[in-house]
């Protein structure tokens, strides 16, 4: 259960640190120097609501006023992407894409085309588990006020959710949908693309020392002042305790799990935010019962940065235990650590401890 699966984490933190990140050492005369050139330096903190979730950046800087103008930097940076990227603004590039391309072929920015370009070669990889087309349905579920696609609407746009319908041209940098009902919803990949523009702000002014999180994506420069960034990565049935605890330095890592937008039908089954393209509906996680040792409730992926960080932990959930860690094992420079419908918490090959 996932209390020895904790006790597990907990052996394996320390191998966990020296294998990705090495031994963290420093001699008294350094830490002197540092200490002179670095007295006025602090940790600057800032929270705000962008993206439908809560956009966090900490960093450490010697001046409070720079530190200010670079969150806010950031912090613009988020709002500007949120205002081109979200399918609930009328103005919105997506929301012009989602209204037009199944009528006729649209010219895309260079970023969102990236995106685009970025979403369909996951899409190769996976089999069709990440799909961004899944919005064609998704768009009919609203999880505050419990509703959700009835049969005849799913069985009616399946045909509409499918990768294959989004006719992209990269060198042209345009968009038609083969099917009229087709839609498009970047919310598997735009976090941690956005996280990844935060941290680039941040590099070009010279920052080594910073987290900057959106919801489940996060990415870090540098180290903790000496320490590694520890990360939490949260139980998914008990949102005031963490499953495990990982030790980062200079990386992304991004969380997807059935537990941050979901509801409990009269069946008393969770309906979530994380679709199965191949079935139109929520993926199926199941409850602890036989048969269900495939399925997962969270998943986290840490790799270099977070525009495939994102979509890797959406397509390893939809995968399942089997499929998706044999997909990171593939990859290199990723590793997951998963947590089953059984409160089993796995580790691909490059965590887990040597026997």
């Not at 350094?30 to 050139?37: I, T, V």
């Not at 992407?81 to 103005?91: A, F, G, I, V």
């Amino acid at each position: 259960m996932l209390k020895s699966s904790l006790r597990r984490v907990r052996r394996a933190h320390r191998h966990i640190a020296a294998k990705l990140f090495g031994a963290h050492s420093a001699c008294c005369l350094a830490c002197l120097l540092l200490l002179a050139n670095t007295a006025s330096a602090e940790w600057h903190y800032e929270k705000q609501a962008i993206m439908g979730t809560e956009v966090s950046v900490q960093l450490w800087h010697e001046n409070a006023a720079e530190a200010e103008a670079l969150i806010e930097g950031v912090m613009a940076e988020f709002r500007r992407l949120d205002d081109e990227l979200s399918p609930y603004k009328k103005n919105s590039e997506l929301s012009r894409v989602n209204r037009d391309a199944g009528r006729q072929t649209v010219e895309l920015s260079a970023e969102l085309a990236a995106l685009i370009d970025k979403s369909l070669w996951y899409s190769e990889q996976t089999g069709g588990a990440f799909d961004i087309s899944y919005a064609t349905l998704g768009k009919h579920y609203d999880f505050r006020q419990h509703k959700r696609a009835d049969t005849a609407t799913t069985k009616q746009l399946l045909k509409a959710l499918n990768y294959h319908n989004l006719q992209f041209d990269s060198a042209k940098r345009t968009l038609h949908f083969g099917h009229p009902q087709t839609r498009i919803d970047l919310g598997g990949i735009a976090k941690g693309y956005a996280v990844d523009r935060a941290i680039d702000i941040l590099r070009r002014a010279g920052v080594h020392h910073a987290s900057v999180s959106a919801g489940g994506d996060s990415r870090m420069i540098g180290d903790k002042r000496g320490q590694p960034w520890l990360v939490g990565i949260r139980h998914p049935r008990d949102k005031s305790k963490n499953a495990a605890v990982i030790p980062l330095t200079d990386t992304a890592i991004s969380t997807s799990g059935d537990y941050e937008r979901f509801f409990i039908d009269d069946h008393h089954q969770r309906v979530h935010h994380i679709f199965n393209p191949a079935t139109g509906r929520p993926t199926e996680t199941g409850d602890g019962g036989r048969g269900d040792s495939d399925r997962l409730i969270s998943v986290s992926i840490i790799g270099p940065q977070g525009f495939d960080t994102d979509p890797l932990s959406t397509s390893v959930f939809v995968l399942g235990k089997q499929k998706g860690l044999a997909l990171i094992d593939r990859l290199p420079g990723f590793e997951a650590v998963v947590i089953d419908s059984n409160r089993r918490l796995y580790f691909s090959h490059g965590l887990e401890q040597p026997d």
